[in-house]
């Protein structure tokens, strides 16, 4: 029962958190733009930016993900062997 309470008190704290994170979001002022509506150059550059750095992100987080998956790969091949090694030594031992 503990667990459950520990989880509900993480998961409270957690809504507060993001409770006031957009609050403060709320509070920041709009984004400025031209006389016409449109996005000023500031903020273009800006979210130009942005799609760069996420673009290198994803690119970082695929590469991650390969490299994960071929450790995966290995160590799956490792404990094959491992296993079959057991097996000879039990039959050996048998």
């Not at 667990?3 to 709009?30: C, Q, V």
């Not at 509506?37 to 993900?65: C, F, H, K, M, Y």
């Not at 790969?73 to 062997?81: F, S």
């Amino acid at each position: 029962m503990s667990d459950i309470e520990s989880l509900e008190g993480r998961i409270t704290a957690a809504l507060d958190r993001i409770s006031a994170g957009a609050e403060r979001l709320a509070a920041l002022e709009p984004a400025p733009v031209a006389a016409d509506g449109a996005p000023s150059e500031d903020l273009a550059a800006q979210v130009a930016q942005l799609t760069a750095r996420l673009d290198e992100e994803r690119t970082a987080n695929a590469q991650l993900e390969e490299r994960v998956k071929l450790l995966k790969e290995r160590q799956d091949g490792k404990l094959a062997e491992l296993e079959a090694n057991v097996e000879a030594g039990r039959g050996r031992s048998a």
